[in-house]
């Protein structure tokens, strides 16, 4: 079954055991979390679409680990003045395994 779920505001095309990546979700690594807002599914013939979402659907993740990002660099400049400065930034994601998906 593949499921399209959305979290944080992003959206992801799951299968089972599939590992994503996403912005941090609250939790330890090795708990487990549940994404409720499943926009659709898919399984064979068979296509069930939410509008928005669909009701008692819902996917069940493990938390992997927790990590950052790779770090963006980010710079200004102000010409005849011979300013420059330059920031990182780095997000905080969570790695998710999909353990289960109902709907």
């Known amino acids: 079954m593949i499921a399209i779920v959305e979290i944080k505001g992003k959206q992801y ?12 979700v609250a939790g330890d690594a ?6 409720d807002r499943v926009l659709a599914t ?6 069930s679409v939410g509008q928005p979402a669909l009701d008692k659907a819902s996917v069940t993740f493990e938390i ?3 990590a950052k990002s790779p770090k963006i660099y980010v710079g200004t400049y102000q010409s005849k003045k011979r300013q420059y400065s330059k920031n990182g930034y780095r997000d905080k994601i969570s790695y998710l395994r999909v353990t289960d998906i109902k709907g």
């Not at 090795?30 to 994404?35: L, Q, R, T, W």
Request: positive net charge; hydrophobic residues 25%; aromatic residues 4%.
């Open 64 to 66: 992997v680990r927790h």
């Open 13 to 24: 095309r799951v299968e089972k055991g599939q590992t994503i990546r996403t912005l941090q």
């Open 30 to 35: 090795g708990g487990s979390v549940n994404a």
């Open 42 to 47: 898919y399984e064979g013939d068979k296509i």
